[in-house]
């Protein structure tokens, strides 16, 4: 899931928004750690049981619009075979044809403001889910934190190289599975402001 992925790299940095505090004080200068997120996603328990659950979500989101997209496209291959050239004088001189073509045209605006609903609701769902699985990375980083009180932590994709001793991905990894297997995800209803500032359609695979 791309998407996730890049989701969660945005995610992962406002940490802070989740109550994840500043190094301490006496971190030592010029200590940096790297935590890799995508392979936290990837590779935990914890990241695997949610992305099979939101996929899972996808999936019924996707079948509950697919039967009327299939008739749709049904339906237009059944106009086009039936009246090839379909200029507007065609149009005009067959009033069931012309009745089909303004009913398929209301079809075809209400199927894709029912993706676009869906596909906000995705989002928020997958917004949420992530928010929970970082809680639960900011756990364990926390503790790693404390013990090793850097002065920096970053992002492995914003890292053109460290040495292997600074890399603390494959530490939050056990961590991470030795106490969460899975991530509590449900489906979720966008909020209204959010409904508001648009989206784009359910993507197909």
Known sequence: MKNLLVSLAVAAAGLAALGFGAPAAHAQAGSVLVVDYDRLIQDSKAGKDMTGK???????????????????????KQIEAQAPTLTQEVIAQNPELRARLQNLQRRQATLQQRAQVLARDFQYTQNVALEAFLKEVNTELGAVLQSRSPSLVLRSTDVLWAHPANEITSELLSRLDARVSAIAVSRQVAPQQQAQNGAGAVPRR
């Open 54 to 76: 939101l996929d899972a979500i996808q999936k019924q989101m996707q079948a509950e619009v697919e039967p009327e997209r299939n008739a749709i496209e049904a339906e237009t």
